[in-house]
């Protein structure tokens, strides 16, 4: 009993706290209390008993305000009887002094809220608030509680308020009147959404609803600066479309007013007004639209004739679309007037005649108000062809002028494109089909036209009758492979292009077509073009290079039209065959033909990888055929060094790698790992017996010491490709010796392509290495051998040149080891000798590698791996600056440089202030690369971080426009970059040096490089409108 009156005593102190001592803390307390079950609320209704019936209405008030804020926290502990008679009382108190109405209000939201609310009573509650309360007189606060409690009821007691028919509506309309609010609003809206949505009765409320919503359409908002609230104006305007546009009750009364609204000179209101109409269409019928039709498509055919805005002309059309669809879905009867047609008639009447002035400028206009229409619905589509394609055609033949043609050409396409929505069918309506020859006839002649620009029309509007599946006879796809054909090798190359990417497209569709008759077509171009010979005159270099473009394009459209399986086993073959003969011939620029060949498999490859069979495919036979050649080739090099020797160039064994990589990395881990049991053994063991015509002169040893061996070592590069780009779970046969071997042949080959790509493909290897004993093993060997050559020896760069792969490789994947590597990588900074080299290696450290170590070929990249390594390197290349020598310095500033350019531009923005010091630093080293990597650096931050970039503005404008004079082409274009960017700081700050930047950009504009003049204008014609009104 004593702890009982204790806890009642210790209540009564609380309340007499709260309402006297005005310590608002208190109410949490005591709901905190109520929750643990000290009292229950008719106790703290008991000791509010003095407070709840004193004459102040202030006192009144606290101890209300004591009750609800309670009831706020613990309606849920409530019993059904205990809420019946705190409903009741706060019904009572809604006719009480206008202090006490906003502690009722929240009780009543908090009682709203209680599952256990007994049958009636919200409807009593809304009743209560309804009579008694004048919504529009309360405060914001006061009022959005109101709408909360309707809220809560309509989600909780949906047909108990039902019950109250259209009084409910009413009662709200009275509520919601004169609400100016954005944050009450929003719950406004979204009760008149659910009063419509849930099928509340609106009885003949109807025009005041609408009317107390549309009153604020278009909505004219623009929120405060610094608002905590968050609203925008369009969230507004989102949520009045959703009420305007949600029930066809509101057409008669809303249409007007978007006419209305429509001629306004106000932008935001014409476009609010037709995206609100094209909302509306999609509830609408006929019936709603049928007495305003007229007024609609006469507003929408102003604004498109007359309207420079691209905006309104958007809208207008997308709305005519909507018009037009929601016409379509009318379900006709025999009595009721079909209105679509009537409705297109009426555009057709208005636009047709438009169409027949190509040169006009209503033209376009009127073609876009027409396909606006036609894509609505395939009934739309057919009735507006029928007149527009044979008046098209029609005046094609009429207008012999190439830009009109293209013109007419142009909107005949958009229409065609307008059928590839449904495809083709069959039927009799389809005026596609009638005019089929006609339709042909035109798009054939605008191919064999002259004008580039209408051969691109053309070549585009082929490409969509293409893909109307059956439209095309046979005879007329085999025309289509010969103009396809001529467009890729005899035209312009804007033609040649666009052609190759229609064949791309039609491939897949027609393969047997192309297959059969467009790759025999190149294959005998590509044969019958003369090798490249040394010319003797002018006219013989003309014609030389005639057929080396010619040869380029057939290698370029056999890649292009290789999208089918079935197309890809025609053109690989035909494509080998040609690097076979090259490697036979001994003609200048060879070189270059087996690269354009290399490109062209490339390209072939990554269009296999879609196909699971195409690339086996491609892999099988193609893998296997480079390297029987590349083999062939290293061996005639080693016996007969003037036989074959351009297969095995630098430049032609950068070009296969892509190809192999591409070839491997979408394989199935099981076919891979029957792929690498063949090529592996063909490097360590000299296995060739896998390879196609493998009848050699000599055994293959590329891992054999000996100069005999050093043409067969820069193979290396091809077993890097493949095996660098393995699924991670394929395993790869005596890797352990593999990797020794790489290891050895890094560090000891004299030849610096070899000795690079062995320690990318050993780097390769070891990023995707599993973590133990055997990795930690080669890791340990492979620093043992790294460490004494890097210290002295003829092969020290062999030695730099590892370092930075394995510790790229390492950096990756996060291993212990990459930070002992990456200190000793910044301890060479310091060296005379490979500091530069050095320095330009963090480059490489943090920029995508193409061929190896990249997501593409499965290598292990860690996310944020460079967030990482700046934050454990950078501060110790900035204390190795600081400590240095000042003739090392600059590697420093190089490395830090190339560290800066390839992080993420919001971690370096955060990082500035201390950093750029060193930054500014960089741009007076004399190195170019140091300069270009600075200065792309800088220029980004400028329009990111201008306010600490402001700071120093003194000092980059004198940089600047130093850079400007620079010997490098590179160096002058980033700082006249960078001089533009700079416009981008606050005004007052850059005016002082308006004036001087103007005449000291004066100087480039007479550059010899084209691309310097074209920066130096861009930048010093914004330097000319700084500070100018506007800007």
Known sequence: MAAAGARVAALAAAVQDFVSGQQDGRAAEVAAGMKDGNWTVLQLVEALGSCLENTDPRMRGRGIQLLSQVLLQCYSLLQEKEVLHLVLFYENRLQDHHLVIPSVLQGLRALSMCEVLSPGLAVSVLKAIFQEVHVQSLLQLDRHTVYSIIINFMSSREEELKGLGADFTFGFIQMMD??????????????????????????????????????????DF??????????????????????????????????PLLIEKMDSDLQSAKLDSLQTLTACCAIYGQKELQEFLPSLWSSLRREVFQTASEKVEAECLAALHALSACLSRSVLSSDTEDLLDSFLSNILQDCRHHLCEPDMKLVWPSAKLLQAAAGASLRAYYRITRVVLPLLLEQYTKHPQSSQRRTILEMLLGFLELQ???????????TLLSLRASICSVVFSALTDPSVQLQLIGIRALTVLGSLQGFLSHSDLELVADHLIRLTLHEDSQSSEAAMEAAASLAPIYPKVFSGHMVPRLEEELRSAPLKRVSSSEREEESSHDHCSLRQRCLQALAAVSTHTSIVKETVPVLLQHLRKLQKGSESGTIQGMVSVCQSLHRVALQCQKDDDGCWYFHQTVVPCLLAMAVQAAMQESAHPLLGKALIEEEVLTAMVPVISAATTHLSPELAAQSVSHVVPLFLDGEVSFLPQNSFPCSFQPFEDGECFDTQRRLVALLMAFVCSLPCKVAIPQQDRLLRELLALSCSCNCPFTATTAAKCFAGLVNKHPAGQQLDEILQLAVNRMEPSLVEGPRRMQALTLLLWVTKAL??????????????????????????????????LMADSPDVLHKGCHADVRIMFRQRFFTNNVPKLVQGFHGAGPDVKANYLKGLSHVLNHLPKPVLVTELPTLLSLLLEALSCSDCVVQLSTLSCLQPLLLEAPQIMSLHVDTLVTKFL???????????????????????????VLLPYKARVIRALAKPLDDKKRLVRKEAVAARGEWFLLGSPGR
């Open 178 to 219: 004169g609400e100016k609010d954005p944050r009450n609003l929003l719950v406004a809206f979204q009760i008149v959404r659910d009063l419509i949505a849930k099928n509340y009765a609106l009885g003949p409320f109807v025009e005041e609803l609408f009317e107390v919503t549309s009153c604020y359409f278009p909505i």
């Open 222 to 255: 623009t929120p405060p600066p610094n608002d905590p609230h968050g609203i925008q104006r369009e969230d507004l305007i989102l949520s009045l479309r959703a009420v305007l546009a949600s029930t066809p009750q509101f057409a008669e009364f809303l249409l």
């Open 420 to 430: 590839q929505k449904w495809g083709l069918v069959e039927e009799d309506e389809s």
């Open 811 to 844: 950096v990756l994947r996060y291993h212990p080891l990459s930070s002992h590597l990456t200190d000793k990588l910044l301890g060479l900074l310091s060296d005379v000798e490979l500091g530069p080299v050095a320095a330009d290696g963090f480059s490489l």
């Open 962 to 988: 130093s850079l400007t004079s620079s010997p490098t082409m590179a160096v002058r274009i980033a700082a006249l970059r960078c001089a533009h960017a700079l416009t981008s700081l606050p005004a007052t």
